[in-house]
């Protein structure tokens, strides 16, 4: 069972992060902060307050407590500190902010960041303004009080202006960018977010935080340092650019040296390390890795899976069966990053499974995080053998059209991990846990849409369960929407898609059992990318650029109204004959570009010329084909030991093995 969380081994005092960021302090400074609408009760209510800001007000060290120990150069800010006080109209009252932070470790905490443990904010006194606000911004959503989420947001980032304007930036500013960003994530303000997250990073290489000489053996605040430094690097591995020059090159993160020759970019200096937060829940070991920092590692993989889609959105293929093909690459890093998991995380030695509901919400900062590696570790391979980037990238590289034995496996690989995150789904409603990450309804609706795919498929029985697995996954999504405007966003689109590929106006497709389905290429690119339509669309409206630099959206380009279709056929004689490998086979399918228009479909049923004729679907989707007695065991098959199928067809599906 996973050890409670370590609490109180991180002293609660407070220094500024460096030496770099103090800097001499400009006189008070007048800004507007407004209040929410339904202010507490113990304060009175009102639309706006101007306040004045003093010199102390912006010190990143809290007023001195007696039996806290100050570290030596924090006396030297003696003339930034302010005296604190429930009545300062800057900051939320300590009755929200005492909700606010217990909403955060209920809600937030280590799903994914973790800036700070229980102990940093025992003394609500001791939490700066900015950090404060960041708290409420991050948790009103969970609070019934989203109507001040985006005050609490607004007067946050003032803070944080004022601070680094007067150069006060403290470690709880770099905190509140963090906070900041991720709320911005889950509000699909994907602009705003990077923005956070951007100026955090820059704030972290002015402390030189991202070198192991930021982290001194005497400072009493080192594990929070890097518990918000490592907590950035995994907001920019879900989160971040995957386009421009400025973007921050994924191979920047690897924390291990490829083993792979060649890659010039793939070895990092040792004294560029910086070193992972002390984590020992879900082990005993002091040298084992906790479950926090191996989900980091795996993160770093996911981002290079992004990088792939994006490359792959943007018309950049390269065959993935060479063995210097991106695809190649990432699938190393992937089996690199999974051996490095220790067996007391592994999914076989936790048993999540038989734990009961009470121990999970007890021991909750562990398991949010093994579920969100578990799902992490499925996404992997989903997204990086989706067949729909195949299907298009044979549009740009005629290579990929080729009958080759790699379309076979790619497209189980991607079937297997879209049936495990259904099952991951399956357990987490369950066991009753409460998951509030928006990567887990994104993961839900990329598995949704491999089933998709699938409920075209000729197998009655893999019909059948695919519909009823993308049942599931639009399910498991909508219960992100009340809480997260991107989840919203994502839900939509995928309800498009669903009522594309039905070819009908209704998105209800329980019995559902199509022999051709209708891929919309711009709602699949969306999906796959987490790209939110409000925020692409009008980024004028992410509350940051005017209109003199905010981007110009003419109109739709011909290709965002395109859709693939794909026809199945279901002669019960078509079988594929396993003694040639799978790569001698009948052209049984086409696919075409059709524009989306108000006209009735209407499709010619004659058989393709040679120039139509593509293979390509049948190559990547076999089972599409394959006799339905093929699939009797199919959940049984496992990624990692072929020698299970057929020993393990008596145990329930989750008696099977992960990760």
Known sequence: MPASPAGGKIGSSREEVGSSLNREVVPATSIILKRPSQPPLSEPASDEIVVTISDKS???????????????????????????????????????????????????????????????????????????????????????????????????????????????????????????????????????????????????????????????????????????????????????????????????????????????????????????????????????????????????????????????????????????????????????????????????????????????????????????????????????????????????????????????????????????????????LDKQVHLTDPFFGHIAAISATVHLYYCCAAAAKLKHKSNADFAKCRKFLKGFIPFSHACRALDRDLDKMTQIAAGSETNEVEDWMPSRIYLSVPLMWNILQFNCPADSLHPASTGLLNASLASTVGGHDQDETTIIEIIVATSPEISVNTADGGQDAPNLSYNRKINVSPVSREYIYNEPSAEQADSLTFNTTPWLYADTLQFDNMVDLVYHDAQSIGSDRDRSWWDGESL
């Open 58 to 428: 912006l010190s990143g060290t809290p007023p001195t407590i007696p039996s806290r120990k100050i570290l030596p150069h924090s006396s030297q800010l003696s003339s930034l500190e302010l005296e604190q006080t429930e009545s300062s109209p800057i900051r939320p009252c300590s009755t929200d902010l005492s909700l606010g932070i217990r909403l955060y470790f209920e809600f937030c905490h280590r799903q994914p960041i973790w800036c700070f443990d229980r102990a940093d904010v025992s003394d609500i006194g001791s939490v700066t303004d900015e950090l404060a606000c960041s708290i409420l911004a991050v948790t009103a959503r969970f609070s019934g009080r989203a109507e001040a989420l985006q005050l609490y947001e607004e007067n946050s980032r003032r803070l944080i202006m004022v601070r680094i304007a007067n150069g006060a930036v403290g470690l709880p500013t770099i905190e509140s960018l963090c906070l900041l960003s991720y709320s911005s994530f889950i509000d699909g303000n994907v602009h705003l977010g990077q923005f956070h997250l951007g100026m955090a990073l820059q704030l972290c290489r002015s402390a030189m935080l991202d070198s192991d000489a930021g982290y001194v053996t005497d400072d009493l605040i080192n594990e929070r340092k890097k518990r918000v430094f490592w907590s950035l690097q995994v907001l920019d591995q879900y989160h971040g650019r995957q386009t421009g020059m400025l973007r921050i090159p994924t191979e920047t993160w690897r924390q291990t040296c490829s083993s792979t020759k060649g890659d010039d970019q793939s070895c990092q200096g040792d004294e560029s390390n910086v070193p992972l937060p002390l984590d020992d829940l879900g082990h005993t070991s002091p040298r084992t890795p906790g479950i926090w920092n191996t989900s980091v590692q795996l993160g770093w993989v996911w981002s290079r899976v992004r990088k792939y889609v994006s490359d792959c959105a943007h018309g950049i293929f390269r065959e993935p069966w060479r063995r210097d093909s991106t695809y190649a690459t990432v699938l190393s890093d992937f089996m690199e990053a999974e051996n490095s998991i220790p067996m007391c995380h592994r999914y076989d030695s936790v048993k999540f499974y038989e734990r009961k509901v009470e121990d999970l919400r007890t021991n909750r900062d562990y398991w949010t995080t093994w579920l969100k590696e578990q799902f992490t570790y499925h996404a992997i391979p989903t997204v990086l053998n989706h067949p729909f980037l195949y299907i298009i990238g044979a549009q740009h590289n005629p290579n990929l059209a080729i009958p080759n034995t790699f379309w076979r496996r790619s497209s189980e690989l991607a079937l297997i991990h879209a049936t495990w995150i259904v099952r991951m789904i399956d357990m987490v």
